[in-house]
């Protein structure tokens, strides 16, 4: 396969961090197993004393688990149909972004589904829910939407990366064990750039990218229904699929903002992931902003205004300073004033200011899933009465804060160990420029 | 037809007749058992008499009677079908209820539950501001349009013909769902803790109409006794009531009784004003409701002599002041 001297330029340019670990990497490996240890730790006491072991009880079944699921559910589904967005409106600047952004959506859909895990009671029957499947229930809805959108994101994953796997196979740049290159070879399908290859490949891309778009819409709003089918106040909500939708591909956008800083800081990238590159993305970031702004304002607005009772106990605790209305302010602060105000002045649009903005925003959002999932559990229908008193508040345990923190561990290790694999930047995007 | 209609009915009163009996049985029982937990066990030394099957009438010491709970065996299939012909309803008067809490010492010898778990709860309702406060034992709804049982993803809690939601816990993942689906925050959680099932329990462990023995990591809940039921006799709040709070009965005969009442169950609720506790969520609840008017004790009574702990579960209605 043809390789173009730009090409080759990129890929030395890599070739340092593609080759082999180097120390820095190898502490950064260390620290992270050593964390996911701390939460395998949790895990197996967890196992062996069983979910006693949570902050969990009889009103809030649902914790801190729930919560790192819905958050890593979203960014992946965030960087998928970003991802797929710019892909098939072929957007010009996308080119050093794309990597970032399937990479994204394929670790975070591994980690998600592992928080589901940790939440059931017995995972060791977990296989009942394909076997014993009931179509009625909204979590098989959702088993068979995270599976689909798992299998999606892999393949649009892979089609993005077929091309680089041809040229790491054919570049001479590149020192690579000869495991490696196997590796490669294999993963290349024998790609060779064959007229009729490139055209199968770039229909079959425009397609993956095509479905995966109505698809995030489709599973995203699946996964809102677990709630809005509940006959739950601050839960049984009709916007509840649109607002996770749009929160999802929000919180996606700002977490590829993140490690497109993280990877031009590390990789010395500012040749590729320029300024106007961050400047791009914190438009879409205040479009997003906006739109969660408006959701979020619509939503509590109505259910205040209406003044049903469940619906105002719960917006009592969202708003009251002494139950959840510091992290309410926080998270509306966060996730919608400060990426706006940023973005909105050019002066504050500086990579370092959009990727600060980002990560409040991201956090804010943490907080958000937060305050849907527990200050809901925490208000049933029925007063919570004539129960433990340990039963009427939520607070996690260190066993849910250590597999909360080895789930973020294992999300940047995974990314470590696919930025040794692949380059984060699409060598094959660059081809068109030599013609 | 009618015969056998009438036969049924003949057949229920009679069993009604043994569930008074066994009422009688019942309370000596679970109050020896209620009595022998905890500190209490030191100073049980009380007598009971009992009559032995020969006919003799013995003294023994309550400390070493144990609750036998016998189950008849029943398949999959019958325990997922419920019994033919069926249709449990229940009928609880608020105005008789005063907090006693032997539905709730009852139901847990009855299931073998750790003494801090309640799948029956008594709730002191105030409906307003202004409202008069009264006490409201909370059992499960079994609503014939349930939320729960729409939202199990493994078909382990499940709506029979007889009217009863049960749950299979050898069937249930644990995911909790139909605990949020729950509107009326029935369902309980084994969260991990131990429970002692007696060896001699004479039952098929994985027979989700006795719900014992209860599996960690699974949901559990308020099941009317079916195992009761089934044999002809009464759910154990029913029997341990010291007030006849509970009148339980099958609706398709139109009969309900609280052990020493019997009583149609259509006149019962056309008479005191039945209704069902948030009727307008749609779930169809199977437990009726009689209005605490003309209650039969000050509400107070069921406060007073509570102990501390379990007063302070009720502090936020505020009986003290």
């Known amino acids: ?435 | 037809m009618s015969e056998l209609q009438n036969n049924n009915r003949r057949d229920f009163l009679k069993k009604g007749a043994w569930g008074v009996t066994l009422a009688a049985w019942g309370q000596l029982v679970f109050s020896c058992s209620s009595g022998e937990e905890g500190e209490a066990a030191a100073e049980a030394t009380d007598t009971v008499k009992l009559l032995t099957p020969d006919g003799e009438l013995v003294e023994v010491d309550s400390k070493h009677l144990k609750h036998i709970h016998k189950v008849k065996k029943i398949s999959q299939q019958q325990a997922r079908a419920g019994i033919p012909g069926k249709k449990f309803v229940m009928a609880i008067d608020l105005a008789r209820c005063n907090n006693a809490r032997k539905c709730i010492t009852a139901c847990q010898a009855m299931h073998h539950l750790p003494s801090e778990k309640e799948w029956v709860t008594v709730k002191l309702m105030k409906d307003s501001k202004d409202g008069a406060p009264y006490w409201f034992p909370k059992t499960c709804f079994h609503c014939d349009n349930p939320p729960c049982v729409k939202v199990c993803p493994v078909n382990a809690t499940y709506k029979r013909q007889d009217g009863l939601v049960l749950i299979d816990s050898e069937r249930c993942i644990g995911c909790k769902f139909c605990m949020t689906a729950c509107p009326y925050s029935t369902r309980t959680f084994n969260w991990g803790e131990k429970e002692e099932v007696p060896e001699d329990f004479a039952t098929h462990p994985d027979n989700p109409e006795t719900s014992v023995p209860s599996r960690p990591g699974t949901v559990e809940k308020c099941d009317f006794c079916p195992d009761m039921v089934r044999m002809g006799k009464l759910p154990d709040c029913v029997t341990a009531c010291p007030n006849g709070v509970f009148y339980f009965g099958d609706q398709n005969e139109d009969v309900v009784t609280n052990g020493s009442e019997t009583v149609r169950f259509s006149q019962l609720i056309k008479d005191r004003s039945g209704y069902r506790y948030m009727e307008d969520l749609g779930t169809e609840p199977r437990v009726w409701y009689l209005p605490p008017r003309d209650r039969i004790f000050p509400v107070e009574r069921g406060y007073e002599s509570l102990p501390e702990e379990i007063k302070e579960r009720y502090k936020d209605v505020g009986l003290d002041g």
């Open chain 1, 1 to 435: 396969m043809d390789i173009s001297k730009k090409q080759t330029a990129i890929l030395e340019k890599f070739a340092p961090y593609i080759e082999r670990f180097d120390t820095k990497s190898r502490v950064w490996i260390g620290l992270l197993l050593a964390v996911i240890a701390v939460g395998l730790y949790a895990l197996i006491l967890q196992i062996v004393e069983g979910h006693i072991v949570t902050g969990m009880r009889d009103n809030v079944v649902w914790g801190l688990y729930i919560v790192n699921f819905i958050f890593f559910i979203g960014i992946s589904y965030g960087g998928a149909i970003l991802a797929g967005i710019l892909h098939l409106f072929k957007v010009p600047w996308r080119r050093p972004i794309m990597r970032i952004a399937v990479l994204t959506a394929f670790i975070s859909a591994l980690i998600g589904p592992i928080f589901i895990i940790l939440c059931i009671g017995r995972f060791d029957r977990l296989h009942f829910l394909l076997i014993h499947a009931r179509l009625q229930s909204p979590i098989f809805w959702d088993v068979v939407a995270i599976s689909t959108y798992l299998a999606g994101a892999v393949l649009f994953m892979y089609l993005l990366m077929i091309k680089d796997f041809a040229i790491y196979r054919d570049s001479e740049v590149l020192d690579l064990p000869p495991w490696r290159k196997k590796l490669y070879t294999a993963l290349a399908l024998n790609y060779q750039g064959t007229e009729s290859q490139i055209k199968q490949l770039a229909i079959s891309k425009n397609l993956i990218a095509l479905i995966m778009i109505p698809m995030v819409v489709v599973v995203s709003s699946v996964l809102s229904w677990i709630f809005g089918m509940t006959l739950r106040p601050g839960w049984h909500s009709t916007i509840f699929g649109p607002y996770f939708v749009l929160a999802a591909i929000y919180s996606g956008a700002g977490s590829i903002v993140i490690l497109m800083w993280i990877f031009r800081k590390a990789y010395q990238l500012e040749n590729y992931l320029t300024d106007k590159h961050f400047a791009y993305m914190g438009y879409i970031l205040l479009a997003l902003g906006a739109g969660y702004g408006y959701f979020t304002f619509s939503e509590y607005l109505t259910s205040w205004f209406g003044s049903e009772r469940w619906d105002e106990e719960v917006i009592d605790k969202l708003f009251s300073p002494s139950e959840y209305g510091w992290w309410f302010l926080i998270s509306n602060v966060f996730a919608i004033v400060i990426p706006i105000v940023v973005v909105a002045f050019k002066k504050l649009r500086t990579p370092n200011l959009v990727t600060l903005a980002a990560l409040l925003m991201v956090f804010g959002m943490w907080i958000k899933r937060y305050l849907i999932v527990v200050p809901t559990l925490e208000t049933p229908l029925l007063p919570i009465q004539d129960t433990r008193p340990e039963y009427i508040h939520y607070s996690a345990t260190w066993v849910e804060w250590a597999l909360t923190f080895a789930g973020f561990a294992t999300f940047i290790l995974f990314f470590i160990i696919m930025a040794k694999l692949v380059t984060i930047v699409t060598v094959s995007d660059y081809a068109e420029e030599k013609k």
